[in-house]
């Protein structure tokens, strides 16, 4: 299985208008905003950029939603139940451990895999 995702590149700072330019295929989140540039260097995908309140703002299906689109396709089962393990801590929530309690019996242990 080919990954088509783009690779993604975390800034502790906002970067210059120059800078910013100088990425190329990939997704830039930055403290406040998160960028997709195309293989040009060009931003790509209608409203793909966000601010810091719109990130608080996604629902649980929009956060589900964005964790298998952006790790779903990783190759690895340990990769698959990292994003398995994520969904259920939306999910669940505050409740998440209580919940693993629960499904936990006998010899029976949740796993929470290994992140990409």
């Given at each position: ?57 996604l629902t ?21 139940m990292w ?34």
């Amino acid at each position: 299985m080919v990954n088509r995702m783009k690779k993604i590149i975390t800034l502790n700072y906002e970067p210059s208008s120059e800078e910013i330019h100088l990425y190329k295929n990939c997704v830039v989140e930055t403290p406040s905003n998160t960028f997709c540039y195309d293989k040009d260097g060009h931003l790509s995908g209608a409203g793909f950029k966000e601010t810091r309140e719109d990130k608080l703002a996604l629902t649980q299906v929009n956060k589900i939603q964005k964790i298998i689109e952006r790790f779903g396709s990783i190759d690895g089962s340990h990769h698959k139940m990292w994003v398995i393990d994520q969904i259920m801590r939306i999910i669940k929530g505050v409740k998440y451990t209580e919940w693993v309690k629960e499904i936990c019996f006998g010899d029976y242990d949740w796993d929470e895999g290994i992140a990409p």
